[in-house]
């Protein structure tokens, strides 16, 4: 910044600049602005590697090569989608990321620290044209965080979508969530895997906001965690859809009527459905300009006229645990958890048995 600064006062102002010491201060004591460094996951891979002596180094050099040139070509593929994304409306490229489990009740109680507490998920999605930011949040009594549940809060946001002609998903590669015949399924678009170990994404900013919103005031149930979302940018807030347990879809039992067909291959980098062909997947193995490979999934039954369709996840509230319901409850009674939230914690049923 301070040779930008160098430049302009040579350039364009044509007067001798301030000495960096004193651009320093300035910048320091006159602006509200500051520096942060984005914190982000290692690559276990990657730290394998470092870790490996000259030797093995050399043996596994040709894989770790491939690992890095993937990772630039997943980057440099988001960074183009997110420019064609800002120059055109019917694009739409996107991230999507399941935040780290949001627990209540949250506060510096200490006896917090050895209760069971009550999980909170988030999924967010980030739109890379506009930089809007939608976080599909629910709670554990109401449902899980595996394929059905992500299927469903995407399914819902592209269900949204209108005038859009080309979608394109950004993730990580968790099989159990995103990776897996249920997400295929239910996708009608292009979905680009980011590379194992480096799928820093813009997801991780709103995820981050949240934290540092966090740390300043106390949770004591989920409805706490979705008003702070809510808060924690000011300029664009970001938008929370709140979801039940009717709200979901089985997308893994769906997935067995579409996808009759199923290779060992699970690595693949890249997938794609087609509207020309909705019995097929197309995919590869890398970005690269190699064309893309047809997998035939098998046929879409029906029942008379209309298309067999994803059947409700839940008929009631999955529940939890007894113990963790015991344990929450301890915290209304012992002053943890403001006498407020009792009716909530109280409502929140318990896992039955079958």
Known sequence: MYELYVQKCHNEWKVNPEKLSFYRFIFSTEFNLGFHQPKKDACKYCEWYKRLNPSDKVHHEEEYNAHQTRKVQAREHKQNDKRHAQAQSSFKALTFDLEQVLTTPWSNVSSLFYSRKLSTYNLTVYELGNKE?????WHEGEGGRGSSEISTCMFQYLSTLSRTEHVVLYSDTCGLQNRNAGFSAMCLCLHIFMESGHSQMECDSVHAAIEAARKKVPVYSPEGYYTL??????????????????????????????VRNRTKDTEGQTVRHTKEDPKGIQFKYSLSDQPFQ?????????RGAHAIAPKKMHTGPPGITAVKKKDVLTLCTNGSIPHSYVDFYQSVQVIQAE
């Open 133 to 137: 930011a939608q976080c599909y949040m």
């Open 294 to 302: 047809m997998l035939q999934v098998g046929k879409h039954e029906t």
């Open 229 to 258: 979302v809510r808060m924690a940018r000011r300029n664009r807030p970001y938008k929370v859809i709140e979801l039940g347990h009717s709200a979901f879809l089985d997308f893994k039992s769906f997935s067995q009527h579409t």
